[in-house]
């Protein structure tokens, strides 16, 4: 089975703090992608990796930034987190261009 | 431009009803994907299909039927005899295949669905 692990479930930070998400998945898939969902928006991409070191912005990347130094490891940063970030943060793996992919369990987080 | 439309924001049926989720789409390309993706209230999205564009057969597994039409642009998605299990989030999504590095998702905006027992 495919593994996806976020490094927290619910994380609470203050306007201006500089926030890491961790993402990591055990299958060896070359893309990665980091979303944020919200009531009645759906899924939206903010950036994706399609190897190490590559990145592409989303639909919505200002405001944040990535980092994947290893395969297995995508993170997303927050540089100086705000209020409108709150939301809950979705990473997702896959193994190809076109195949499916597998999210993990997300991080709410909370930018009071 | 790429869009998934779902229409149903909230659906609530009874325990053994069937029920149809709606998904339409747009885009321009003739090569394509299609996605179902389930998010329970745990919060982690299980991935439930993938059909490819030149894939018309409809699809069952279990109590779950997918028909995809080309012709309306829509890949509709039915439970059959639903559970209270079956309570989600569901998600259709559209990848289209294009040169480059790699291709996205574009997700709708999901229909809940809350089974009654």
């Known amino acids: 089975d495919v593994k996806v692990t976020q490094s927290s479930r619910y994380l609470v930070k203050r306007t201006g703090e500089k926030v890491f998400l961790e993402c990591v998945q055990d299958m060896d898939h070359e893309n990665m992608f980091w979303y944020r969902q919200d009531p009645g928006l759906g899924l939206r991409l903010i950036y994706f990796s399609y190897d190490v070191k590559m990145k592409e912005k989303g639909d919505i990347p200002e405001g944040y930034s990535v980092s994947r130094e290893k395969k297995e490891r995508f993170s997303l940063i927050l540089e100086s987190a705000s209020t409108n970030q709150t939301s809950m943060y979705l990473c997702?793996?896959?193994?190809?261009?076109?195949?499916?992919?597998?999210f993990g369990p997300g991080t709410r987080l909370t930018v009071t | 431009a790429q869009k998934v439309t779902q229409a149903q924001t909230e659906i609530s049926v009874v325990e053994k009803e069937d029920v149809t989720l709606d998904c339409v789409y747009e885009t321009r390309d003739t090569t394509y994907y299609l996605f179902w993706y389930k998010q329970p209230p745990s919060g982690e999205l299980v991935f439930l299909i993938r059909r490819n564009s030149f894939d018309e057969q409809n699809e069952i597994s279990g109590r779950y039927s997918w028909n995809f039409q080309k012709s309306t642009s829509s890949f509709n998605f039915t439970i059959t005899a639903s559970q209270v299990v079956d309570s989600a989030v569901y998600f259709c999504?559209?990848?289209?295949?294009?040169?480059?590095?790699?291709?996205?998702?574009?997700f709708g905006t999901g229909t809940l669905l809350a089974v009654q027992p």
């Open positions: 999504a559209l990848s289209e295949i294009y040169g480059g590095a790699t291709n996205k998702l574009i």
């Open positions: 997702a793996s896959r193994r190809d261009r076109v195949g499916e992919q597998y």
